[in-house]
């Protein structure tokens, strides 16, 4: 079945660090990508989605592209703030065929960042 | 911006009993979902609903759960005979369409069983 790899955290940068948390999906056909977050005692957020390879995902200063030779989508972006402190979760989502929705799921990476 | 909401926030409940988690959608979306996060671990998928019917279901999905939209607004996860391993946050999503589409979350229902 599907599955989605995240890296290892938790990851703790300073202030204005770079970002980069890896994600990468194995999956049958052309699977939709999402990052989503969650911040302290709240919900799953959407921060930003690609449908198709070499799309780029853009949401509050973060990035993702879609990578299908290298079944990835990487999130980035290139000043973090203290804000942006929360868990950070990749997930695929093929629908099609007897597939109505199931979004999959990476681990999760904490995140958190020190001024 | 519309939200997807749950209630209660957090449930605590003796192991044997049942327990329902409710859900308010977003108003103009048409398929639904469920999902549960044990701690420290991945979120994972329960069910999809459309229609009024079961659209697919994960193996975890077994006879002890059930799903209802008993009127146009909410819909409800009952998980009948809670076990201890039922323990988990359980997440309710919604979304416009199946394909591509965003799934919206709630804040989630935190389920403690005693």
């Known amino acids: 079945g599907d599955s989605v790899t995240q890296m290892e955290g938790p990851v703790t940068l300073s202030e204005e660090a770079f970002l980069t948390i890896n994600c990468t999906y194995t999956a049958t056909g052309y699977p939709s990508l999402f990052w989503y977050v969650q911040y302290p005692g709240e919900g799953l957020q959407l921060l930003l989605k690609a449908t198709k390879a070499d799309d780029k995902g853009s949401n509050k200063g973060f990035e993702a592209t879609y990578r299908k030779e290298t079944t990835s989508f990487h999130l980035e972006k290139g000043s973090v703030q203290v804000s942006d402190s929360a868990v950070y979760f990749c997930?695929?989502?093929?629908?099609?065929?007897?597939?109505?929705?199931?979004?999959?799921f990476g681990q999760g990476t904490i995140l958190t960042v020190h001024p | 911006e519309p939200e997807v909401t749950q209630t209660p926030s957090h449930q605590v409940t003796q192991m044997g009993q049942e327990v329902i988690l409710r859900c308010v959608p977003i108003s103009n979306h048409l398929y639904f979902y469920w999902y549960r996060q044990i701690l420290g671990q991945k979120v994972e998928f329960l069910v999809s609903f459309y229609n009024n019917e079961i659209s697919e279901k994960s193996e975890i999905f077994d006879d002890q759960f059930s799903v209802e939209r008993p009127d146009g607004s909410n819909f409800t996860l009952k998980i009948r005979s809670t076990k201890l391993e039922d323990s988990a946050m359980y997440f309710c999503?919604?979304?416009?369409?199946?394909?591509?589409?965003?799934?919206?979350f709630g804040d989630g229902t935190r389920l403690s069983i005693l």
């Open positions: 999503a919604s979304s416009p369409g199946y394909s591509n589409q965003p799934q919206h």
């Open positions: 997930a695929s989502l093929n629908a099609g065929g007897t597939s109505y929705g199931k979004l999959t």
